[in-house]
Every structure is written in C-alpha cells, then in structure tokens.
C-alpha cells in the first residue's frame, strides 16, 4: 500500500488532463472536481451530460466541452454543510503509476485552492494517508 500526502498531482487521462493539483480529503467522503457549464440534454432518446473541467482562470483550463453517456445524480454534504444535488461521472486517476477507477462528483470549486478534492471513499484500501508528505506520487513521475 503506497503512501500518500496531504497533495499532490494526478493525472486524469480519460479526461485530458495531466499533472493536476489534487488535494487527498480524509474528511470528505465522495471526490469532486472543478467544474463549469453543466447541463443535461438529451440527444438520439440517449441523455447526455455536458461540462467543461475548470474554468478559464485555471492553468488547466482547455476551453474543451466534455460529454459522457454513464453518469448519476447524488445528493452530497458539502463541507459547509450543505445538502445538493450533483452529477457523478466515472473516469480513471493515475497515481503512483497506477491507474484506478474513480467517481468525481461535479462541483463548482472556483474558490477553492485544489480544483479536484480525493475523498475516503477512493482512498480506502489504496493508500495511507501521511500528513507530513507533499506529492509523492508526482516526484515519482518525475
């Protein structure tokens, strides 16, 4: 079992996306992700979920509208606690070279520091959570 710190990055290649901040929550019991401009729709009797990952004042930002068939809807506590609906995609992370399922829920995280929070619920039986380390998996990578 790898050992994993407070941060670090992840990639995301399901989605584009590499080297992306991601801030490991024992708190939290779902993982989200930095979203904007969620909608659903449905196309050819099939409904779709449209977003697009962060926002254009993200260094990650790549102006790409995403759209996924396999996705729900749950109702999650937010840290302020508040209760809300949310859509939850399945994609894979790629972390110590490994890459896992995950479900991230989609989330406006605008203001927050970390733009993809990594809960218990994905850690659990994967990684032990070391507070003192800072982006082991990334180092590794490098």
Do not use: C, W
């Not at 939850?88 to 995950?102: A, D, H, N, S, W």
């Not at 203001?111 to 850690?123: H, V, Y």
């Amino acid at each position: 079992m790898d050992i994993i710190g407070r941060f670090d990055k992840a990639d995301f290649a399901e989605l584009g996306i590499e080297n992306v901040d991601v801030k490991i929550d024992t708190g939290a019991y779902t993982s989200s992700i930095h979203t904007h401009h969620i909608r659903e729709f449905e196309k050819d009797g099939q409904m779709i979920l449209e977003f697009e990952l962060f926002d254009p004042s993200h260094d990650h930002y790549n102006n790409k509208i995403l759209q996924v068939k396999d996705y729900k809807q749950k109702v999650v506590k937010s840290s302020f606690g508040a209760v809300e609906k949310r859509f939850v995609i399945k994609t894979t992370i790629i972390l110590f070279g490994t890459t896992y399922p995950i479900e991230l829920s989609l989330s406006e995280r605008k203001n927050m520091r970390f733009p993809i929070l990594i809960g218990r619920r994905f850690i659990k039986h994967k990684f032990l959570v070391n507070p003192a380390v800072k982006n082991k998996s990334y180092k590794l990578k490098k």
